[in-house]
């Protein structure tokens, strides 16, 4: 009678509750390399509950029984499958070949190619391996239809409830709202020399600290800006700010004015620029204040 060999096994238990049974082969940084009848399976630390080592003793040789020659490896269960993944692969991969269907076969008859540590496999654990993908994010909102029109030296927008001076020279700027964020509106010069832009978003914290916020995204984003001073102003009939300032834009100098009021629970924001390089600076100013100036909400 030939005696049993002694042999040991790690038991490395996950807090999924998956089992993989091996032989731990190697430790790096943050997990274990662990050998396995499938191949190597890398496992991170962090996701062991615990380590068992047990002693096993394998049948004597003349109890063996002989395993099929066309006997293959079943595939590794998923949820070791995602240990594995974005991990150092097995020295040689296991065969593809497909699992039993317990639908179909003998519950008397075990499969001789499933491994042991596939039977604690559970289905949760299987379904946390293929998590099911994120729904898809919500389409943004399309931008409403922009109601406006020109009469004369007259601007109206029919959306937003206003109206608003409009020099002779000065026309629309088309697709205002496609490549300026928050824009509603854009009048200006066709030798783009000069431009009056508007905005409105809701207010997020409050009056004050909005037109801060905007006044720093104007410092960031505008170079060489100078401050020239503010002043509280009146527009439609409602208190507002006024900020005049410089900036460079292509190495040339430019004017600016930002004015900010609150209208319906909305921050409305004016900014005006025209090309300070010309001795008609100052004429141009004046046109933007009086555009500015002349703006009026519609009585609800």
């Given amino acids: ?35 396995t009848n499938y191949g190597f399976a890398v496992v991170q630390k962090d996701q062991v509950l615990s380590i068992s080592i047990t002693d096993s003793a394998k049948k004597p040789d003349a109890e063996k029984k002989p395993e099929p020659a066309a006997a293959k490896p079943a595939p590794p269960p998923a949820a070791v499958n995602s240990y594995k993944k ?73 959306t937003y409830g206003f109206q608003m001076y409009k020099p002779p020279t000065w026309q629309l700027v088309e697709g205002a709202r496609a490549v300026l964020p928050g824009a509603i509106t854009a009048l200006g010069t066709s030798d783009q020399t000069t431009y009056l832009l508007i905005g409105r978003q809701p207010i997020e914290k409050s009056f004050a600290g909005d037109i801060d916020a905007t006044d720093r995204h104007l410092r960031s984003t505008l170079d060489n800006f100078r401050a020239l001073g503010e002043k509280k102003i009146v527009v439609s009939g409602e208190p507002a700010v006024e900020k005049r300032f410089r900036v460079s834009v292509d190495q040339h100098d430019w004017s600016g004015v930002a004015v ?41």
């Fill in 86 to 158: 974005n991990n150092t692969a097995p020295s040689t991969p296991p065969n593809p070949a497909p699992p039993a269907d317990p639908t179909t076969s003998d519950p008397k008859t075990p499969s001789a190619n499933a491994p042991a540590v596939a039977k604690s496999v559970t289905p949760a654990a299987t379904s946390a391996a293929a998590p099911a993908p994120p729904p898809a994010p919500p389409k943004p909102a399309q931008p409403e239809s922009m109601r406006e029109r020109v009469t004369g030296n007259l601007y109206a927008n029919e």
């Fill in 260 to 300: 900010f009021l609150q209208h319906d629970a909305h921050l409305y924001t004016i900014f005006g620029m025209t090309s300070a390089d010309s001795d008609l600076v100052q004429i141009q100013e004046n046109v933007i204040s009086r555009a500015i100036s002349s703006l009026q909400f519609a009585k609800p």
């Fill in 1 to 35: 009678m030939v005696s049993p060999r002694a042999t040991h096994a790690d038991e490395l238990k996950l807090k999924d509750g998956t089992k993989i049974v091996g032989t731990i082969v190697g430790f790096e940084e943050n997990s274990f390399r662990v050998k």
